[in-house]
């Protein structure tokens, strides 16, 4: 066995694609579970544990730092079979537990069932799919629990000694007021969670939210409204103790993600479950979205790629400024210096390109850009405006080679 001090380290994710109901607006891969499929969950975890250990000549050189069971809903899965993938990971990295490992629970009223188990197994940080403290927009959403079930799994958690906890809020509902959505974060802070997640819902393609829009069945909230709701979150949730580290994260110092910003931070990765992505020593690839597919392919002793790239240069510089500019330490640039010669002066040129979003959106200096909450707001707008000055600078480049 290797000495853990000496391997790399990466973050492992698992995806865990079966809940109890499809909300509206999920474009996750997921699959209602239900008596007549439990099956297909057992066939799930016996692929899941081969995919893993197809990996056992990479990971048996890396320590996992950090775990993330996410879906889907996580907490549907049986303290046995979360103990069996625990322990195919220790059996392929020879590490027993890592410093972060998180898992998502929906709320609901038998976890307790589960807690004892998570304590035992290590888990240190759990996710809670709150969503709102409004039962009229869970119904909205078609969530299966209510503000009650949110409320005690809490207090259940805290009750088993969890001391890093998440709740994911969505704001922007159709019907949403400024005031509702000032009660929610009134009642989140109220709780003390160590870390919220605050997401603007969105319209995805292929959901039925996407297609009510499209018929007129909903109307999308005012944006101006959601502005009011945005400035008021970050100015609320920092006046309350949560540093805004990320587009949609605020943490108390020393409890931000861990595992997340390995991906911020463009760190290794590595993915298993359907649709599960990875990303390793530039490469960047990600799993089959098709359960049975996923499956088959395991069972036939393959990797259960959809598809694997390399990250060209330009991509890569493309990725630094997409991913730095979610978080408040923004971009730096040694960081685009390191992947190319002329990261200097391609810097130059897309800092003089956002003067114009100075200093309401975004600071600049010769060394940095750093995006703020108000940026962030518009951040689409910002990243279209830098991929246009790369483009440019690339064709430049790429001429001037042709010409030489």
Known sequence: MVNSSSKQKTGIYIHYPFCLSKCIHCDFYSLPLGRDNKSIEKKYIYALLDEIRLYRSILSVREPSTIYLGGGSPNLLSIRDLHSILDCICEVTGVARPVEFSIEINPASDIGDKLEGYKALGVNRISIGVQSFS????????????VEDSLETYKMLRDWGFENIN????????MQTLDEFKKDLETVVGLGPEHISVYNLIYERDTPLYRMRQTGKVEALDEDVEWQMWVYMHKFLEDSGYTHYEVSNFAIDGKESVHNLNYWNRKEYF??????????????????????????????????????EVIEKKDQIEEIFMLSMRVKDGVRKESIEKIAAWGNELFVEV????EKYTPDYLSLSKDEIVVNYKGWFILDEILVNVFHILDAFWREIYDSQENS
């Open 271 to 308: 993915g298993f479950g359907p649709s599960a992505h990875s990303f390793s020593n530039g490469i960047r690839w990600w799993n089959v979205r098709d359960l049975g597919a996923y499956i088959g392919k395991v069972e036939e002793k393959e990797f259960p790629m959809e598809r694997k």
């Open 167 to 174: 709740m994911d809020l969505i704001f922007g509902f159709p």
């Open 351 to 354: 800092v003089r390109g956002l």
């Open 135 to 146: 039962n009229k927009m869970l119904k909205f959403l078609r969530r299966p629990h209510s």
